[in-house]
């Protein structure tokens, strides 16, 4: 993939990972770094608290921001909520990236502006393939909010 095909190579087409679980932080960023997109463009919160914190600090706003919902202090739902009823923020697509395949967990996501539901993969290569499916689509063939 060479720069001039692919916008995931633009700095401003950065990620934003609300993800408590460490091993799990690990094996996204490596699926992500295999799926093109470079280390400096991914932030970690270790949950919905710090994911608000980082929103609120960090400028401009991250291109996506991809969301585990079980997470202490606050978690998905509620961090969820905040963003898409926030004005500055509602624009961001948000992925959600959970273990959780509970339907009424799939129904709350999009209800509440999520913009895509997965559920975690549990072996690595699929873990890859989903973040280049992920990656592909918002950096690649959608047309994303300044």
């Not at 934003?16 to 799990?24: F, K, N």
């Not at 094996?27 to 914190?53: H, N, P, Q």
């Not at 509440?112 to 873990?127: E, L, M």
Request: some cysteine; overall charge negative.
């Amino acid at each position: 993939m060479n720069e001039s095909s692919s916008a995931i190579a633009n700095p401003a087409m950065k990620l934003l990972i609300a993800e408590d679980d460490l091993d799990d932080q690990l094996l996204i960023r490596e699926a992500l770094l295999e799926s093109g997109v470079s280390g400096s463009e991914i932030t970690f919160a270790a949950d919905g608290k710090e994911l608000l914190e980082l929103l609120n600090a960090d400028s401009p706003n991250p291109a996506l921001i991809i969301l585990d919902l079980n997470m202490p202090k606050m978690d998905g739902r509620e961090a969820l909520r905040e963003i898409k009823n926030s004005k500055q923020w509602c624009h961001i697509p948000v992925v959600i990236f959970t273990t959780s395949c509970n339907q009424d967990d799939v129904n709350f996501a999009y209800r509440s502006g999520g913009n895509t539901f997965f559920t975690k993969p549990a072996v690595f290569d699929d873990f890859v393939e989903t973040m280049q499916t992920i990656t592909k689509y918002w950096f690649e063939k959608a047309v994303l909010p300044n």
